[in-house]
């Protein structure tokens, strides 16, 4: 499964989404930023590739849909609702990204057990 995580400036939040999902067995992770001052800057290809879309805060997701709505039509997005309150890998946020992202994993999983 490949996992895209987006904030705003791929500085704190994404990036320790990243780093703790990349260890699971099975998920291709990444992570990106939506504005132009970001780390790294989403891109189409990013879409593309992403089975599933976690964005940090509504507003990355209203950005996403504004700048990639045909290749969104068909993707799983998803918002966190975590606010840019942290810094890398600190130890709240882990927990929050790893309690929040889960519960939505866990679903998808079923999901696809079902299609098998």
């Known amino acids: 499964m490949n996992i895209l995580f987006i904030c705003s400036r ?8 990243e780093a703790v999902w990349r260890k699971l067995p099975g998920l291709n992770v990444r992570s990106a930023g939506t504005s132009p ?7 189409a290809a990013d879409i593309q ?13 209203q950005r996403l849909r504004s700048e990639f709505r045909q290749l969104l039509n ?5 918002v966190l609702n975590i606010p840019d309150d942290y810094k890398f890998m600190d130890p709240e946020l882990v927990e929050m990204l790893e309690a ?6 866990e679903s998808q999983e079923t999901l696809t057990q079902i299609d098998l």
Not at 74 to 78: A, G, T
Not at 100 to 105: G, P, R, Y
């Open 37 to 43: 001052k970001a780390r790294r800057s989403v891109t």
């Open 10 to 17: 791929n500085q704190w939040r994404s990036p320790t989404a």
């Open 100 to 105: 929040e992202a889960e519960q939505f994993l």
């Open 49 to 61: 590739w992403a089975d599933i879309i976690f964005v940090m805060e509504p507003k990355h997701q």
């Open 74 to 78: 068909y993707k799983r997005l998803e």
